[in-house]
T-cell receptor, first 113, second 110 residues
């Protein structure tokens, strides 16, 4: 069974641009959640989707958005990038809603110049 | 929101030594996991342990939910155990709104 797949793995953007990251969950997993990891703030919850609906959102500005498709794949978008958005973005999926074990992808490392 | 604290923040061990990592949380939880973050950033699942004790080779974990803490034991440490260990909790009533601890950075030296 394939694991959680995130693309792209690495990307470099400049301030003011926008970025879209993709996450394909483990087959059969319907819940997908996103996290941001920075040296200063640690690992922080961004949002969680289940059956194409956002059920929970962390304390991030509206520039951070996401969506989930009918096949459970998810995307997150960051608009008007700032230097502080440089981070490792991790996606996780789970099979047993709502308290199931999380399985993480390898992450997308974003650098904003 | 729920607070999750891990201790110690940094730990240096000689190869072969044993260690105990601790995770304290401030509210009741439905789910607790331990992860090891590899040098490339991926979080590797160690234990899914909302309560009780589990063992996997040289690693074991215990969660005492009523006292709001979890322990991760590493025995006979190896250099490949180096990295950052995180605990993550899902507090009661939350739809996968996971809170991570601050992590323990472990370095095992030969």
């Amino acid at each position: 069974k394939a694991g959680v797949t995130q693309t792209p793995r690495y990307l470099i953007k400049t301030r003011g641009q926008q970025v879209t990251l993709s996450c394909s969950p483990i087959s059969g997993h319907r819940s997908v959640s996103w996290y941001q990891q920075t040296p200063g703030q640690g690992l922080q919850f961004l949002f969680e989707y289940f059956s194409e609906t956002q059920r929970n959102k962390g304390n991030f500005p509206g520039r951070f958005s996401g969506r989930q498709f009918s096949n459970s794949r998810s995307e997150m978008n960051v608009s008007t990038l700032e230097l502080g958005d440089s981070a490792l973005y991790l996606c996780a999926s789970t099979d047993r809603d709502p308290t199931g074990e999380l399985f993480f992808g390898e992450g997308s490392r974003l650098t904003v110049l | 929101g729920i607070q999750v604290e891990q201790s110690p923040p940094d730990l240096i061990l000689q190869e072969g030594a044993n260690s105990t990592l601790r995770c304290n949380f401030s509210d009741s939880v439905n789910n607790l996991q331990w992860f090891h973050q590899n040098p490339w950033g991926q979080l590797i699942n160690l234990f899914y342990i909302p309560s009780g004790t589990k063992q996997n080779g040289r690693l074991s974990a215990t969660t005492v939910a009523t006292e709001r803490y979890s322990l991760l034991y590493i025995s006979s440490s190896q250099t490949t155990d180096s990295g950052v260990y995180f605990c993550a909790v899902l507090n009661s009533g939350g739809y996968q709104k996971v809170t991570f601890g601050t992590g323990t950075k472990l370095q095992v030296i030969p």
